[in-house]
């Protein structure tokens, strides 16, 4: 009903109104695409602020980014060595703030105390070995080589002493070969006489063969007992010299011994340095991670950075970037902070990657390529800013000027 109305008016009738109400619908679009691509098609331009306010004053002489604010050397990530495995903190000796010095330890893993007992007992193994060294150096104790000594004089005299008594033993019986050698004659010849029975003779004979067999046994006793303790005498002389000689081969494998050792301390030293986490550098303790009884995870401990003297990285467009220069000097400003912070461009780098930050611009390109540009603050600036890490700061670099 209402429709009908309304189509019915005088003026909705007329048909060259609803061309000009048409063409000025398709007006508007056609200009409203035409600003949007137009202000697309200019990177270097901001929504107005204090660094859009900048680059008017420097006019066509200002190339404007976004940046990030770092310290010097940039952010860096302290953690545990990946060869530990999965591990602990067992102490933290630092807290966020804190000024450290290089070297500094900041934190001991949980494995500290394992390794710790592990190197005590190779740098032990190590005074065991040298040790060993020192005494196959120096040979046997003076007290076991005036035993052994001992030994083979007693054996000297033992077989002096056999051979007397021996000798004696075969002299005697020498002599009772002799006797019954003169019986045996005297009752061979009764014998042939007929003056004695062939029993008495057949008895002397048995003992004249018995002396014989006698005497023989003494000289092969005599004999046995000499080579005997020769002998001993022979193993005890090279026993002596054993011990009382110090052999090369006897010290090279001592001296082995304790390069094996030492090589074990300087392992077990290697792995307990492992379990400290040392500051690289002097530096600040920007953010802690993982406390004590916790597990390191890819955030590592903490983050630490060089914030006596603070760098701004600008994303600078690859369109613009030919026009800045070392030396030539920036502003910076950002809502965190008041005022403007000043600084002089120090590096320009040689890559082109893609832009990490982005303005707050609804129709800006996201997707643009940039190079990052280094820009040194100045010392009263860099005091303002040591607390302000990783803040997104507008930048307006003067391509007018350089040093």
Known sequence: MYNSKLTEHPFLKNKSWWIILLSSVASAVIGGTTIYILLRSQPSQQNPSSASLSTNNYGNNAVSAQGRIEPQGKVIRLSASNSLGTIKIDKLLVKEGDRVTSNQVVAV??????????LKQAQQQVKVAQANLAKVKAGAKSGEINAQKAQVYRLQAQILGERRTQQANIARLQAQLSNAQTEFRRFQMLYKEGAVEASTFDSKRLELQTAREQLKEAKANLNQTEETLRQQINEAKATLNQIAEVRPTDVQAAQAEVKSAIAAVEKAQAEL????????QDGQILKIYTYPGEIIGNEGIADMGQTDQMFV???VYETDVSRVRNGQQATITSEAFPGELHGTVTQVSLQVRRQAMFSTDPIADVDRRVVEVKIRLHPTDTKKVTGFTNLQVEVVINTNNHN
């Open 313 to 315: 990285v600008a994303e």
């Open 109 to 118: 893993l949980d494995q500290y105390h394992r390794l710790l007992a592990a």
């Open 273 to 280: 340095n492992l379990t400290y986490v040392r500051a690289p």
